[in-house]
Structure formats: structure tokens, C-alpha cells
């Protein structure tokens, strides 16, 4: 069993930056591939972004804005978000999983999910 534990959220403005982390213990954490995911209120759990060992895929929506990467001796994942806008405003969850993959279906594992708001 893997947990995961995001931290980083909060309030930002418009255009500006915000860097997630998500901490995982109880696994082999440099094995697993690692995903973010939103969920914005009244939507569906959505892709952002993921990766395997060095290879990462995004939504259309924040490619060019957000970075995603990870330090395998740290067990950690991040998530760079950079010229933000108030459609990025979510709870964003990490997740964990075999496949390199946008459906959240494939994950096995997730966090408790960090809330991120961006003002207009």
C-alpha cells in the first residue's frame, strides 16, 4: 500500500505560480507512475499531468504552464504551476499507478487532495 500526502495549496492570483508536492511512504515509490488530478466543484476528477520514470504527458489545458517531475530519493512528486488562471481553481489530488495513462480509473492509489484557488 502506497499513501500519498499533497501539501502546497492555497490562494493565488492570476498569472501567478504555485508548486505542489506529494509526499508517499509504505511503497517503492521510484516504481510507480505518478499522476495529478483536479476536481473542480460540480465537475468530474480531471487529468493534469503525468509521469513515469523521466517521461511526462499533460492536459491540453496547462501544457506550457504546468511542470510536473519527481525525486525518487526524496519519494516525492511536485507539480509547477506557473501564469495560473481562475479555471485551474481545484482540489488537486496525486495518485499512483502501473500505467502511464490519463484515466483516473487505471490509479490505484490517491491522496487527500490540496485545494488550489485562483483569484481573478
Known amino acids: 500500500q502506497v499513501q500519498l500526502v499533497e501539501s502546497g495549496g492555497g490562494l493565488v492570483q492570476t498569472g501567478g505560480s504555485l508548486t505542489l508536492s506529494c509526499a508517499a511512504s509504505?511503497?517503492?515509490?521510484?516504481?510507480?507512475?505518478m499522476g495529478w488530478f483536479r476536481q473542480a466543484p460540480g465537475k468530474e476528477r480531471e487529468f493534469v499531468a503525468a509521469?513515469?520514470?523521466?517521461?511526462?504527458n499533460y492536459a491540453d489545458s496547462v501544457k506550457g504552464r504546468f511542470t510536473i517531475s519527481r525525486d525518487n530519493a526524496k519519494n516525492t512528486l511536485f507539480l509547477q504551476m506557473n501564469n495560473m488562471k481562475p479555471e485551474d481553481s481545484a482540489v488537486y489530488y496525486c495518485?499512483?499507478?502501473?500505467?502511464?495513462?490519463?484515466?483516473?480509473?487505471?490509479?490505484?492509489?490517491w491522496g487527500q487532495g490540496t485545494q488550489v484557488t485562483v483569484s481573478s
Open positions: 495518485a499512483a499507478g502501473d500505467l502511464l495513462t490519463t484515466r483516473k480509473s487505471a490509479y490505484n492509489f
Open positions: 509504505g511503497g517503492t515509490f521510484s516504481t510507480y507512475v
Open positions: 509521469m513515469s520514470w523521466s517521461n511526462g
